[in-house]
């Protein structure tokens, strides 16, 4: 089982910026594809970005080239830089991690990122 801690959300204003980090700690060998998800008050939890173990990314449209994920194997840790924060951005955002021999699916608490003037 792999453990997940999310930081760095907060309250920050249009236009804005603010970095997620999430710490991994428990199975890591097996982790193949890490992830940011977000679920806004009555909407269903969405892709953000997402990165494999060979850092091959994927990012959701609404992104548009404002989010940038990155991932330290070593010190098993995934980050999410998001710039030009929009209201809309406001969320909580969860980290994910796959397990490559199971398939499993591990989530983190959630941080959230509120994008308000």
């Known amino acids: 089982q792999v453990q997940l801690v999310e930081s760095g959300g907060g309250l920050v204003q249009p236009g804005g910026s603010l970095r997620l980090s999430c710490a991994a700690s428990?199975?890591?060998?097996?982790?193949?594809?890490m992830g940011w998800y977000r679920q806004a008050p009555g909407k269903q939890r969405e892709l953000v970005a997402a990165?494999?173990?060979?850092?091959?990314?994927n990012y959701a449209d609404f992104v548009g080239g404002r989010f940038t994920i990155s991932r330290d194997i070593v010190k098993n840790t995934l980050w999410l830089q998001m710039n030009s924060l929009k209201p809309e951005d406001t969320a909580v955002y969860y980290c994910?991690?796959?397990?490559?021999?199971?398939?499993?699916?591990?989530w983190g608490q959630g941080t959230q990122v509120t994008v308000s003037s």
């Open positions: 990165i494999t173990s060979g850092i091959s990314t």
């Open positions: 994910n991690a796959v397990d490559s021999f199971t398939g499993l699916s591990s």
């Open positions: 428990g199975r890591i060998f097996s982790i193949r594809t």
